[in-house]
């Protein structure tokens, strides 16, 4: 039977384990990106917002934006068109057998 040599086994047990940490400080970096970038997208939609309420008072109508292109709340509206769906999805659909 083959010694079994305690450093070694050791080093060998580190180089594992430092793969493994390498891939969860890979994954935390991630996430914590995700955080910041969610942070600067809710900065960007309050900023969308002023803006838009600025140009309104400053004498655009909101159909001279819609025009242009510059719908009020575009982001807001493509979320809540996706929560929308997502609730449609998740209700039961209607059942046929009554109208059998």
């Known amino acids: 039977m083959a010694t079994i040599d305690l450093e070694t086994t050791k080093d060998q047990a580190r180089k594992l384990l430092d793969s493994r940490i390498e891939s969860v400080t890979d994954l935390v970096i991630?996430?914590?990106r995700v955080d910041e970038l969610r942070e600067q997208l809710a900065d960007a939609e309050r900023e969308d917002?002023?803006?838009y309420v600025r140009a309104t008072k400053d004498g655009w109508s909101e159909?001279?934006?819609k025009k242009l292109g510059l719908e009020a709340g575009g982001?807001?509206?493509r979320r809540s068109?996706?929560?929308a769906n997502s609730e449609e999805a998740a209700s039961p659909a209607p059942?046929?057998?009554a109208n059998s």
Do not use: F, I, Q
């Open 49 to 51: 917002k002023k803006a």
């Open 95 to 97: 059942s046929t057998a």
């Open 75 to 77: 982001v807001a509206k």
């Open 63 to 65: 159909d001279e934006l």
């Open 30 to 32: 991630a996430r914590k």
């Open 81 to 83: 068109r996706r929560s």
